[in-house]
C-alpha cells in the first residue's frame, strides 16, 4: 500500500493534463476570451482538466437535475451540461450579469443553452427559490468562499439519495493548513464541518486548487 503522498510537479501535472482527453476548440476559446477580456478575474475559472472531470462525472451518475453555484464565464457549466442526461437540465445561480454574459454566449455556441437556466441574485436568496423536496443529483459550489456553508444547508435537503456536491477550492493552494485570510479560515472551518455531517460520504481530491466530492446518503 502506498501511503507517501506525491508532489505534483509542473512537469508532472502537465503529463497529467496531456494524458486526459484534450479541451475541444470551444474550451480552448472561452478560456482565451476570459483571459483576455478579464485578466484579473480569470483566475477564477475552473482548471481545463477540472472541466473534464465535471463532465466525465457528470455523465458517470447520469444526472438529470443538477445545480450550480458561481457560474462566472461559464467554463463550468459548459462542462455540467454537456454531461447531462437526456432531458437533464441544470440551474445556475450567480451574481453577475456581466461574467455570466459571456457564459451565455458559450452556451449557444456548444448547443446547450436549453439545458441551463440562469438565476442572477445573491446565491443565499436565490436557492431558497428552489423546490423543498429531495430532487437534485448533482450540485457543484464554487462562489464566494464565505457562503458555502450556507450554500451547503440549502442544497443538502435537495439532493436525492445518492446524490453527490462537488465543492471547488477546498485546499486554497495549501493554505487550508495555516490560513492566512478570511476566504482560507472559510474553508478550513467547512471542511470540517462538512467532515463533521452525518448525512454524507466525503472524499477530498487533490484536482486543481482541491475538489470535496459528498455523496448525499
Ligand atoms: C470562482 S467564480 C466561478 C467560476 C466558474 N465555476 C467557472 O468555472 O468559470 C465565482 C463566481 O461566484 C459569483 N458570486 C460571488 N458571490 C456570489 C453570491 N453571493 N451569489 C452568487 N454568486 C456569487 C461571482 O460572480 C463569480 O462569477
Known amino acids: 500500500m502506498t501511503t507517501k503522498p506525491l508532489p505534483l510537479t509542473p ?3 502537465a503529463y497529467l493534463v496531456a494524458h486526459g482527453s484534450a479541451p475541444d476548440e470551444i474550451v480552448r476559446e472561452l478560456t482565451e476570451e476570459t483571459r483576455a477580456a478579464l485578466p484579473a478575474e480569470a483566475g477564477m475559472q475552473v482548471a481545463p482538466e477540472q472541466a473534464a472531470f465535471l463532465t466525465f462525472l457528470t455523465r458517470l451518475l ?16 459548459l462542462a455540467i451540461a454537456r454531461g447531462l442526461a437526456d432531458g437533464g437540465r441544470l440551474t445556475c445561480f450567480d451574481i453577475s450579469e456581466e461574467y455570466t454574459g459571456i457564459a451565455r454566449r458559450y452556451w449557444t455556441r456548444a448547443g446547450v443553452q436549453d439545458r441551463i437556466e440562469l438565476r442572477i441574485g445573491p446565491a443565499a436568496e436565490t436557492l431558497r427559490e428552489l423546490p423543498r423536496e429531495r430532487h437534485l443529483d448533482f450540485a457543484f459550489i464554487d462562489a464566494d468562499k464565505v457562503g458555502y456553508p450556507v450554500y451547503w444547508d440549502e442544497l443538502v435537503p435537495r439532493m436525492r439519495s445518492g446524490a453527490v456536491i462537488a465543492v471547488d477550492n477546498t485546499l486554497r493552494g495549501g493554505r487550508v493548513l495555516a490560513p492566512q485570510d478570511a476566504d482560507d479560515r472559510a474553508i478550513a472551518a467547512f471542511n470540517d ?3 463533521a455531517d452525518v448525512r454524507v460520504d466525503v472524499v477530498m481530491l487533490s484536482i486543481a486548487d482541491g475538489v470535496t466530492l459528498a455523496r448525499v446518503r
Open 11 to 13: 512537469e508532472l501535472h
Open 62 to 77: 447520469g444526472v438529470r437535475q443538477a445545480v450550480e453555484v458561481g457560474t462566472f464565464t461559464g467554463l463550468s457549466s
Open 193 to 195: 464541518e462538512v467532515l
